[in-house]
């Protein structure tokens, strides 16, 4: 180590410029093209009015009881798929008590597969563990294995794919339909015509299970427009509802552009990657409801700062100027700002200045907790990184456990996820921040998936760049493995954290949904980001897609 720092030293006295480990970024595919939106609030208003008769209209159906409760569930999986369920989570709540009560197994005998998963789905997704059991008549007794006459069932194993990826440990026919269903639809997918050709693909691509819940409701209306129209109270509802939250949510990434560039970012710390609306699509991935606006600003502006210091940290300063910057962030003190390099002071006092603003606001409310968590998680990423630079520096692979350790912290998942709770208002109570400090199970999962998601896919172009610290080389080098079986077993990992969040969000919960959906949404985003390519890096296929989908198309009226 002291030998690496001596040449260091050396190399700086002698030439006019450090050697700067630059990663070249590709630059922002949009430009300012969010910059020009100007929002109409009589058009906002209208929507919301708009909303009021269908609401209504749906309402007295979800509690008719006169309904058939297949009927009702398959009504409430279309509200929840089409991300509405927010607007009426008591009555639907009431509803799936009342019939969860009443479940019993023989009532499945007659059944079928579609319906028993649509059933299966609704039940687990808004926390109720409906037993696995109901799929057992769907196996051979004999040989154990699936029937083979459901394979040509396709809406049927459709369903029960979509159902497999609710599983908790332990449900092995589950994991053993998860792989069944996959393989039968992958060998007819290129047969099949129509919407149902358009299902299959969009399920084999990324389960709803796994998605950003707005980009996969909008597609639930495109793909499934059958169901949608079933009753014309949801296809109004969900025709108006995207309406009115494209213009809110176009609005909110106006801002936080605007905001970004008044920052002059680009200008004073040109070796980043500029990802605004990239951001903000990351964010509004955790919660997209009217009433969360506020916190999607915030939280995209505190993980905006995030990109700049890793970008800073892995992209452009030496292992000195790394140093100095995170003794700053850790005294958290405008003094500091004489011991760090030029380009970045701008940098530091905009970070100090709009933590301290956001605290003063927050005071108020008498919820300040909040931002001081963040600012801590902040902090912590900031001694991680330094972390990973001294190992990239001196040469050092960590061990897997090591590597693990430091990596969870730079996953950035703490400061993403405490951020997310700033602007969420009172449900963020002290009990809450408190639920989140003991780091429980279901928030370890997200962020193990969070961590190994993205190693898995970055590794190569991170060795490229002569980085030592990644998941995969770690893993390789503890364990002796081959490449090949260090990703095989870190995908297991993931696997087995999907279930410990299934769990986790099931009842009796430990906290209420709200808290829990930005958790399971996080992971739900690190799998859009990171399971085809690094769609932040690279953004031009999955986050392009979606922001077009989103921000730059209209919905169909």
Known sequence: MAAVETNATIQEKTTAEPVRPLAHFPPSVWGDRFLSFTLDNSELEGYAKAMEAPKEELRRLIVDQTMDSNKKLSLIYSVHRLGLTYLFLQEIEAQLDKIFKEFNLQDY?????????????????????????????????????????????????????ESAQLRTRGESILDEASVFTETQLKSVVNNLEGKLAQQVLQSLRRPFHQGMPMVEARLYFSNYSEECATHESLLKLAKLHFSYLELQQKEELRIVSKWWKDMRFQETTPYIRDRVPEIYLWILGLYFEPRYSLARIIATKITLFLVVLDDTYDAYATIEEIRLLTDAINRWDMSAMEQIPEYIRPFYKILLDEYAELEKQLAKEGRANSVIASKEAFQDIARGYLEEAEWTNSGYVASFPEYMKNGLITSAYNVISKSALVGMGEIVSENALAWYESHPKTLQASELISRLQDDVM????????????????????????????????????????WKDINEGCLKPREVSMDLLAPILNLARMIDVVYRYDDGFTFPGKTMKEYITLLFVGSVSM
């Open 458 to 497: 970055t590794y190569q172009f991170e060795r490229e760049r002569g980085q030592s610290a990644t998941g995969v080389d770690a893993y390789i080098k503890t364990y002796g493995v081959s490449e090949k079986e260090a990703i095989d077993e870190l995908k297991i990992m993931i696997e087995n954290a």
């Open 109 to 161: 005998d007659e059944v079928e597969l579609y319906t028993t998963s649509i059933n299966f789905q609704v039940f687990r997704h808004l926390g109720y563990k409906l037993p696995c059991d109901v799929f057992n008549k769907f196996k051979d007794s004999t040989s154990g294995a699936f029937k083979e006459d459901i394979s040509t069932d396709v809406k049927g194993m459709l369903g029960l794919y």
